[in-house]
């Protein structure tokens, strides 16, 4: 059974993996990939909020985002666009203009 204490458990699993798979992406991408989409199957499966994970994962297919490697960055009217170049799902954040 799904409770409260269990989604916060398999969340700190998803965060793990997903900060083991940043680590790993220089030395070994296929074992950071595969980390990434452990990490995806966890968050979907148990349907936790990604929140800030998805920065780091694509909802879409699980691959790992790396800025400059698997995902382009772009400002965009006032948002920053992340598009994963895998499947190529954009998500847009609004940042504030004024700083
Ligand atoms: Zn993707």
Redesign the pocket.
Same mark, same amino acid.
């Given at each position: 059974m799904i409770t409260e204490k269990n989604k916060k458990i398999f969340a700190e699993d998803a965060d793990t993996l997903i900060s083991e798979a940043m680590a790993l992406f220089k030395g070994n991408r296929d074992l950071a990939e595969r980390y990434s989409l452990i990490a995806h199957n966890i968050l979907t499966s148990h349907s936790i909020k990604f929140g800030r994970r998805k920065l780091f994962v @694509?909802?879409? @297919? &699980?691959?790992l985002?790396v800025p400059g490697y698997t995902a382009n960055i772009r400002l965009i009217n006032g948002k920053i666009k992340y598009k @994963?170049?895998? @499947? &190529?799902?954009t998500i847009s954040i609004v940042y504030d203009k004024r700083i």
């Amino acid at each position: 059974m799904i409770t409260e204490k269990n989604k916060k458990i398999f969340a700190e699993d998803a965060d793990t993996l997903i900060s083991e798979a940043m680590a790993l992406f220089k030395g070994n991408r296929d074992l950071a990939e595969r980390y990434s989409l452990i990490a995806h199957n966890i968050l979907t499966s148990h349907s936790i909020k990604f929140g800030r994970r998805k920065l780091f994962v @694509c909802k879409r @297919c &699980g691959h790992l985002l790396v800025p400059g490697y698997t995902a382009n960055i772009r400002l965009i009217n006032g948002k920053i666009k992340y598009k @994963c170049l895998n @499947c &190529g799902k954009t998500i847009s954040i609004v940042y504030d203009k004024r700083i």
